[in-house]
């Protein structure tokens, strides 16, 4: 029922109803926005660890066929030394003598690059196994976040729909003349419906209120911050 007059503690009550619903509203809208980017977190470290293994199934490859080369070589330097045995002139033994060492020359190079390579491999295996334990993580921190917010889901839209209805009662409870002007307001703006006036200023924007509105909402009178349109109260103390 409307009363006519219009109280303060009356209005510090329906600020802090908004506020609360305000804050309620909130970690509804978060609770999705949080997992969203848990999502893509964890599309994230998918897309890492597949570029990881993808990155040492090349090394491997690469390293299976620098071996494969040094392999080829040996033997070659093998088939170069039956030749060498056989040789019917000396210019051929010396050129059958070059080719060898040569070879030799390019498998210890190579011998080198495998070595490199080996290591490199360790290196990626290390990172991939990383990747993985990245990957894990974020699913977990998922999941937990998940249960999280839904498990909050139930009693949060409880408090909402409670709230709502105290705010409803405490609205319906303001002077009639104040109503829908008030009523207004509060649909369009929530909480910044309203704001507190400390130390002659409104609270909601700053500004410094006129001597003529301080004495009228000290006869409990509706005001208005005329700066920003929010409807004005004193502090109940
Ligand atoms: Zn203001």
Do not use: W
């Amino acid at each position: 029922m409307p009363t006519d007059k219009l109280t303060s503690a009356a209005l510090v009550k329906l600020h802090r109803i908004h506020r609360q619903l305000g804050d309620l509203r909130g970690r509804r809208e978060r609770g999705p926005k949080q997992i969203a980017v848990g999502q893509t977190n964890v599309a994230k470290k998918e897309e890492e660890l597949k570029a990881a293994k993808e990155t040492l199934t090349r090394a491997k490859v690469k390293c299976d066929d620098l071996q494969l080369q040094l392999r080829q070589r040996e033997s070659r330097i093998e088939d170069l030394k039956l030749k060498l045995n056989a040789a019917n002139s000396n210019k051929e033994y010396q050129a059958i003598k070059e080719q060898i060492a040569a070879d030799k020359q390019a498998n210890s190079v190579l011998t080198d690059e495998i070595f490199e390579m080996l290591e490199r491999i360790e290196d990626l295996e290390t990172k991939v196994k990383e990747a993985d334990a990245a990957l894990t993580r974020s699913r977990d921190d998922l999941k937990s976040l998940t249960q999280k917010v839904e498990g909050e889901r139930a009693s949060l839209e409880a408090d909402i729909q409670r709230l709502a209805g105290e705010l409803h009662t405490a609205e319906d409870e303001l002077p009639g003349a104040l109503q829908a002007e008030y009523k207004r307001l509060s649909v369009s703006r929530g909480e910044d419906a309203l704001a507190s006036v400390e130390n002659d200023v409104c609270t909601g924007c700053y500004t410094a209120i006129t001597v003529q509105m301080k004495s009228e909402l000290k006869m409990a009178r509706p005001v208005f911050c005329k700066s920003c349109g929010r409807l004005l109260y004193l502090p109940e103390d």
